[in-house]
Each structure stands twice: as C-alpha cells, then as structure tokens.
Nanobody, 119 residues
C-alpha cells in the first residue's frame, strides 16, 4: 500500500500564495511503479476537479482556471510533489487532494488539505 499525505493548506488573502506538498510513503515497489501523479480539488457542493497532473508526453496539464498561476513540481528523491499556488482567488477555495496511480497496482488518494482564500 501507499499513503499520500498532503500539507501546506491554510487561510490566505486573495492575491496571496501557498505551496502544497504531497509525500508518498509505504511500499517502495508501488512508489517506484507510480507513473501518474496529480492534484485535484473539491469545493463545497461541487465535483472534484483536476487542477494539475502529469501528461503522457511528460509535460503537466493544468486546469484553464489555474494556468499561469499554479505550478506542479516534484522531488523524486523525497517522493514528494508540490503545488505552488500564486495569485490565489476566492474561487480557489477547496479541499486539495493528491492522487497517485501505479499501473495495475492501484490509485491512491490523500486525505486532502483545506485551502481557503478570503476576499
């Protein structure tokens, strides 16, 4: 099994920045088999949506609403991915989740971290 733990959420004013982290731990075999990671978010009363995620060509896909403001990065040595969020808007308020997929070995989700942007 793999555990994903997100951190870095909080309350920030509009225009501010936050950096989220997602650390993977557990089975080294599964962690080394992960071939997809991404960030998703879910606002109250809405469906979970993709924010940023690995693309098949090695680039990163971003939701239109966050392009130019959010950046996903990774530190493979630390089994960690990050989401740098700049120029935050009230509509970015949501619980942010980390997702990792290892082919034939499962899809894993973190518990989420709350991001609240005040106007």
């Amino acid at each position: 099994q793999v555990q994903l733990v997100e951190s870095g959420g909080g309350l920030v004013q509009a225009g501010g920045s936050l950096r989220l982290s997602c650390v993977a731990s557990g089975s080294i075999f599964i962690i080394n088999s992960i071939n997809y990671m991404g960030w998703y978010r879910q606002a109250p009363g809405k469906q979970r949506e993709l924010v940023a995620a690995d693309s098949s060509d090695g680039s990163t896909n971003y939701a239109e609403s966050v392009k130019g403001r959010f950046t996903m990065s990774r530190d493979n040595a630390k089994n960690t991915i990050y989401l740098q969020m700049n120029s935050l808007k009230p509509e970015d308020t949501a619980v942010y989740y980390c997702n990792a997929v290892a082919n034939f070995l499962g899809s894993y989700w973190g518990q989420g971290t709350q991001v609240t942007v005040s106007s």
